[in-house]
């Protein structure tokens, strides 16, 4: 679905000023002509080749070029070969860099449904398929902007999960106040119900 509210330059930015800003938009699936998944995204993670724990550090190779290729378009790989992952590149072409969908809450569900970011794939039954999609200009799976305006107060910024290598840099942003998030920071409790 086209959404011309979400400006095209969005993406052409770095990873870690996308990431931030993709926090209370919406991912969308149709599945068939009546039926539509939608949740509000509450976690990414940022990556770009310019660190050691991106697809696109080394080179690019045949399973990660298409994080080299056009912003605003879905890079999905297979983490240890069990689940998929969802990323967005981002920047330019060319540049690996790229926006991971960490969780997303979906209202009514169970709100760990998509915890994760292997959740989210398995709940949005997105594989590869979906790869190199345009975000925007498709009919099957994008993401539309926030209805709402988010301050830097409501976000935790903080380190990556699950990655071995640059674990130091302070590249994920989470919704404070969702208890949809994989993995809070030492110290942040969940929300309590309201």
């Known amino acids: ?11 052409y930015r770095h990873s870690k000023l996308v990431a931030p800003d993709l926090i209370g938009c919406y991912l969308i699936k ?9 949740g509000l995204i509450v976690e990414t993670e940022a990556y770009s080749q310019e660190e050691e724990a991106c697809h696109g550090y080394r080179k690019k190779t045949e399973s990660n070029k298409l994080l080299f290729g056009k912003p605003g378009t879905f890079y999905i790989y297979k983490s240890y070969g069990i ?5 967005i590149v981002t920047d330019k072409e060319n540049f690996a860099s790229g926006v991971l969908i ?6 009514a569900k169970n ?6 970011p292997g959740l989210v794939t398995k709940t949005f039954d997105v594989d590869k398929s979906f790869n190199s999609l345009e975000v925007l200009n498709n009919n099957s799976l994008w993401i539309s902007q926030r209805d709402s305006s988010i301050e830097e107060k409501d976000l935790i910024q903080t380190t990556r999960i699950g990655i071995s290598k640059a674990k130091n840099i302070k590249w994920r942003w989470y919704l404070k106040n969702s208890r949809s998030v994989s993995k809070r920071l030492k110290g942040d409790r969940t929300p309590k119900f309201k």
């Open 83 to 87: 689940h998929h992952c969802l990323n």
């Open 102 to 107: 960490r969780a997303v809450f979906i209202s």
């Open 30 to 38: 149709k599945n068939n002509k009546k039926s539509l998944v939608k």
């Open 1 to 11: 679905m086209k959404d011309d509210s979400f400006p095209k330059e969005f993406f």
């Open 111 to 116: 709100e760990r449904l998509a915890s994760g």
